[in-house]
């Protein structure tokens, strides 16, 4: 059985940006009335978000669409004139492919031709894009989360703005503010985000797991004596794969679940004195305690274990929302075959990444 707990130095990489709230059927809050708090690495607090999602939704869709042409998503272009776009990713699941073929049928009905490098990883895809940027010949757009990296590549001159007046004004109609504010610098809108991913889910086989996946994933202890359960079948509790983002999702899960506070102080107020609170040390023991409950299938993807509880052989896996396209992909629906559960339903908290493309220095 492989290794899939690591130093927790690991853990503090790609900090995810947001909290709000949940509904109970694994989809974000739509009432006007919730209010959905996002906060960032200063701990700044964001009004509503406005917007209904699905506009939000819609604005992405055609958004990127007219980002991929330099003059406006309405137009078709001739075979002479058709632009051709790179496209660096890792969008390779089935589940995630099937998204980006939203935006990239949308580009080519239009007249334009698209070039699609897909990685494998999010690591091996950052790797090649910043030796590309670095060497001068980076793809056209790549794949990124938003954050503090984007602003540094625009800082150092690697990437471009969007300029286009008319898509600028849109965005800024339309993106909930915490969203915009992530791709923003110095007013310049400086990526194009493609989504809003909520990643502090636990995902689980109704098989395997016969409790309510909302008690599970607030009462630890009766997660942990499931875990028991499962183990005398030869079946892990966890499927986590051994890379080192999948084990943070579950660290900074666990960590959410048990105490905002102990979590903002870690994250984003990177305050050493965390290491002498009490919830902060129950949540390593906690970590350590499902440690024994665990197992890397595969190839250690992510995408491999959620098939593994498909496949009932693991009860449950830690992973972002896009954990349940790759379910529907295998043919599951929600509440019959699997279900979801947000940690900590007492007092629930929603982590937001937000994936984006950056544009490459290009000359066409």
Known sequence: MKSIFPALNMLLANKPLCFGELSDNCEPVKSEKKRICAERALGMAY????????????????????????????????????????????WSSDGESA?????????????????????????????????RMSKGYPPTLTQWNAGFDVVEFYE???????TDTVLVEKLKRTLPAAVLDSVTHNGNIIAMPINIHSE???????????HSGSLLAEDWDTLLALGKTLQQKNTPLLAVGDQSWQVRI?????????????YRNFYLNINDA???????????????????????????????????????????????DWAKGEFQVLGQTPDKEFGCALTGRKDPGLLLVIDAFILGKVND
Do not use: C
């Open 250 to 262: 579950l660290f900074t899960s666990l960590l959410l679940g048990q105490s905002r506070e102990a």
């Open 274 to 320: 965390v290491a002498d609170d009490q919830v902060f040390k129950n949540t390593l023991v906690l970590f350590n305690q499902i440690a024994k409950f665990s197992r890397s299938f595969g190839d250690g993807n992510w995408n491999t274990q959620v098939k593994a509880v498909a496949e009932g052989k693991a009860g449950a896996t830690f992973m972002g």
């Open 47 to 90: 009004p509503d978000w406005g917007p209904s999602l699905n506009s939000v939704k819609t604005t992405f869709r055609v958004a990127l669409t007219a980002l991929l042409f330099s003059s406006g998503a309405g137009v078709v272009y001739s075979a002479e004139e058709k632009p051709q776009v790179e496209i660096m990713h890792w």
């Open 156 to 162: 150092f001159g690697l990437i471009d703005a969007i």
């Open 200 to 210: 502090n889910w636990m995902w689980y086989s109704k098989d395997l797991i016969p």
């Open 99 to 131: 998204a980006l073929d939203v935006f990239i049928d949308r580009f080519e009905a239009l007249g334009g031709h698209t070039f699609d490098s897909a990685k494998d990883s999010q690591s091996a895809n950052r790797e090649e894009a910043i030796e």
